[in-house]
């Protein structure tokens, strides 16, 4: 994701985070993983059937209906915290599911590489 760093980059953040989970609503499951660009610091690129299941676990066997963000009423719980050596960025942004905000997190690395930052999903869970 290209992001100038005179541009507010934690604002770029949350709109890439907020776009991924709007696609996991719309049902999209191909264009949200495709914005998970590399993989995390365990070696892992999380799929489709990754987050599915993260979902149904949270949902005690039956997987919640991720929801649009943008059509609930308050606002996320979201973090930006930028890393101490400048390489990049985590960003937490708690799921809206069933049609409400839960306290499943999905957390996100952006690192640096270059001229821009590479996402990657780096766990779901509760926090």
Not at 1 to 21: D, I, K, T
Not at 43 to 66: C, I, N
Request: hydrophobic residues 45%; contains cysteine.
């Amino acid at each position: 994701m290209p992001v100038s760093p005179s541009s507010s980059v934690e604002a770029a953040l949350l709109q890439y985070v907020e776009l991924w989970v709007c696609r996991l609503a719309q049902g999209d499951w191909d264009a949200a993983m495709a914005l998970i660009e590399t993989f995390n610091h365990y070696g892992v690129r999380w799929t489709a059937s990754d987050v599915r299941r993260a979902l149904a676990d949270y949902g005690k066997g039956v997987e919640p209906v991720v929801t649009d963000p943008r059509k609930l009423i308050q606002e996320p719980r979201a973090s930006v915290i930028a890393f101490d050596d400048g390489t990049g960025y985590a960003v937490d942004y708690d799921l809206p599911l069933d049609g409400a905000w839960s306290d499943l997190t999905a957390q996100f690395e952006f690192l640096l590489s270059g001229d821009k930052y590479l996402a990657t999903l780096h766990d779901l869970h509760v926090l």
